[in-house]
C-alpha cells in the first residue's frame, strides 16, 4: 500500500532562515505529489503539486518542491521563510483519487 | 457555492449514539473525498466518491462508518454506535473530478466530534 513519511514533526526557525521539509513515499507506479499547508484557523490549502516534467515545481508563497524518483521524495523548500509561514505542511500522493497524506510537519517561525 | 461547507462544526455525542455528518461541495465538481484527522496524526484516507459511486471503501475504519451520496452533490458520513476513538476532526473535500489523481482538493472547515 502506498505510504508518505514526513521526517520532521515540529520545526522552529528563525526570520529569513532557509527551510527544507522532507518527504519520502512508497509507491510503485505513476504518482501524483502534492504538498499542502493549513495556516492556524484556516483550511487546508494546496502549495503546490507534480505530475510530470520539470520535476522542481513551484507554488505559492515563494515555495517549492523537488522530485527525485530514485530517492522516492519530494522536498519541500522556501529560501527565506517569514513569520506568516507558521503553520502545518503535509505532504500527499494521489495515485488514483484515494489520496494518502503524511502526519504533517508543524512549522514556527520566530519574529 | 464559495467553497465546500460542512455541518455541524462542532458535534458532541454520547458513546453508543449515532452521528451523521454532512458536506455540501463546490458547485460543479464531481468527486468528494472523505477524511479523518485525528489529534498528533495525519490526514486518514476514509472515502472518495466521484459523482455518486464510490469506488474504494477499504479506508473506512469500521463498519459502523459510511457515507453516501445522493444526486452527485451533499455527501453525509454516518458513524453508528459512536466510541470513543472516533473523536477527530472530520474534514470533507471536493474536486472537479478523481480520474488520475491530479486534481486539486479543496477542504472545508471540518466537523469536530467529541465522543464522550
Known amino acids: 500500500a502506498q505510504s508518505v513519511s514526513q521526517h520532521n514533526h515540529h520545526v522552529i526557525l528563525s526570520e529569513a532562515a532557509s527551510l527544507e521539509l522532507g518527504c519520502n513515499y512508497s509507491y510503485g507506479g505513476t504518482v501524483n505529489l502534492f504538498w499542502y499547508v493549513q495556516y492556524p484557523g484556516q483550511h487546508l490549502q494546496l502549495l503546490l503539486k507534480?505530475?510530470?516534467?520539470?520535476?522542481l515545481v513551484k507554488g505559492i508563497k515563494g515555495f517549492e518542491a523537488e522530485f527525485i524518483k530514485s530517492k522516492f521524495s519530494f522536498n519541500l523548500r522556501k529560501p527565506s521563510v517569514q513569520w506568516s509561514d507558521t503553520a502545518e505542511y503535509f505532504c500527499a500522493v494521489n495515485p488514483q483519487g484515494d489520496m494518502r497524506f503524511g502526519a504533517g510537519t508543524r512549522l514556527t517561525v520566530k519574529p | 457555492g464559495a467553497g465546500v461547507s460542512q455541518s455541524p462544526s462542532n458535534k458532541v455525542t454520547e458513546k453508543g449514539k449515532d452521528v451523521e455528518l454532512r458536506c455540501d461541495p463546490i458547485s460543479g465538481h464531481t468527486a468528494l473525498y472523505w477524511y479523518r484527522q485525528s489529534l498528533g496524526q495525519g490526514l486518514e484516507f476514509l472515502i472518495y466518491f466521484q459523482g455518486n459511486s464510490a469506488p474504494d471503501k477499504s479506508g473506512l475504519p469500521s463498519d459502523r462508518f459510511s457515507a453516501e451520496r445522493t444526486g452527485g452533490s451533499v455527501s453525509t458520513l454516518t458513524i453508528q454506535r459512536t466510541q470513543q476513538e472516533d473523536s477527530a476532526v472530520y474534514l470533507c473535500?471536493?474536486?472537479?473530478?478523481?480520474?488520475?489523481?491530479?486534481?486539486?482538493?479543496?477542504f472545508g472547515p471540518g466537523t469536530r466530534l467529541l465522543v464522550l
Open positions: 473535500a471536493s474536486s472537479l473530478s478523481a480520474s488520475g489523481g491530479q486534481e486539486t482538493q479543496y
Open positions: 507534480y505530475f510530470s516534467g520539470d520535476p
